[in-house]
């Protein structure tokens, strides 16, 4: 059985393109994964980096869907202390009726962004994640006790499902929490240095079968940087490495060009956040990355990948999730 590979799409920004460049190229990357087999195409949720264009994931879900044909399209996720319950659940729904069945719906408790940004959405914090989570759900079943103050309110649009629910984690901590609501469950591995395989385990073990999910689903989310050789990967790489360390550092800037990476003078600090995070990504020919995935999924008891790929050019961008596809046979 071939392994499922999907897209999570950051829509990052390169140094010489503006936002509306990367945003275009955000239906390419669709279209591209629609064509050549993958699962699913998932947008993330970040506010106030110049870097990532992502901020409105239902905007992208609904033109990616829109411009292919079967791709499932969903986010990856929606960072739920920043909006309202009720208006995920509108937004969802309406999605899903538009689309049927090509819709999924992933949650997140971070809020993506400063502390001043935060402040300026509202965002709640993510110590209301589970009141948020219950109220959401609530909402779309119309489970409300009769004395609660939103139990006469009703949800348009009506008779739409909501889409399939993820909750995403990077520690372990949504892991029960997703097996007992009987929901997917997405670890984003490409930046936690926590393993998988514990948070995997404790979702399988506290799972409860819905009719959305008969059976358990995790995902594991992985960087993988795919080129020719491992040679031309290690060159291109320097962007996210370079991106990365001066993010961490406080400089705030687009994703740099290899060529500045190549020839940039690394401070200590810079060089220990790269060596701290550089395990993380998944770099190589097609044969390396192959099997370095292949070893991923089996330490963790994955039952699906998704990839996030960091690349300066657009178009190499486009070939590694080529070459991705035609390394694990995706049809």
Excluded at 23 to 45: C, H, I, N, P
Excluded at 317 to 329: I, K, M, N, V
């Amino acid at each position: 059985m071939t392994l499922p590979l999907s897209i999570l799409d950051l829509a990052p920004v390169s140094e010489g393109t503006s936002t509306p460049d990367a945003l275009r190229e955000v239906v390419k990357l669709a279209q591209l994964g629609d064509e050549l087999g993958y699962t699913r195409v998932w947008y993330a949720e970040h506010h106030g980096m110049p870097s990532i264009a992502s901020s409105s994931p239902e905007v992208l879900i609904a033109t990616s869907a829109a411009n292919t044909a079967r791709i499932r399209v969903g986010s990856g996720g929606v960072m739920l202390p920043n909006h309202v319950p009720l208006r995920v659940v509108e937004t969802y729904r309406t999605l899903n009726g538009l689309n049927p069945g090509r819709i999924d719906l992933g949650i997140g408790r971070a809020g993506g962004s400063d502390g001043r940004t935060l402040s300026a959405l509202r965002s709640v914090g993510g110590e209301y994640f589970a009141q948020e989570l219950a109220e959401m759900f609530a909402f779309d079943e119309g489970n409300f006790a009769p004395d609660h103050p939103f139990h006469p309110v009703r949800v348009v649009p009506e008779k739409v499902d909501l889409p399939p629910v993820f909750l995403l984690g990077s520690s372990g901590a949504s892991a029960q929490a997703a097996g007992q609501l009987g929901v997917g469950y997405s670890f984003a591995a490409h930046f936690s240095q926590t393993p998988a395989a514990p948070a995997f385990a404790a979702y399988r073990a506290a799972f409860t079968p819905t009719g959305a999910f008969p059976k358990p689903h995790a995902i594991i989310a992985l960087s993988v940087l795919v080129a020719p050789s491992d040679e031309e990967a290690r060159y291109l790489s320097g962007s996210q490495e370079l991106s990365w360390a001066l993010f961490h550092s406080g400089q705030v800037r687009k994703l740099v060009p290899p060529e500045e990476a190549a020839t940039h003078d690394y401070t200590p600090q810079e060089s220990r956040i790269i060596a701290q995070h550089r395990p993380l990504w998944i770099v190589g020919s097609p044969a390396t990355v192959k099997a370095e995935i292949d070893k991923k999924v089996a330490e963790s008891g994955a039952d699906e990948v998704m990839v996030t790929t960091t690349v300066w050019d657009y178009e190499l961008r486009l070939r590694s999730f080529r070459l991705l596809a035609e390394a694990f046979g995706l049809e």
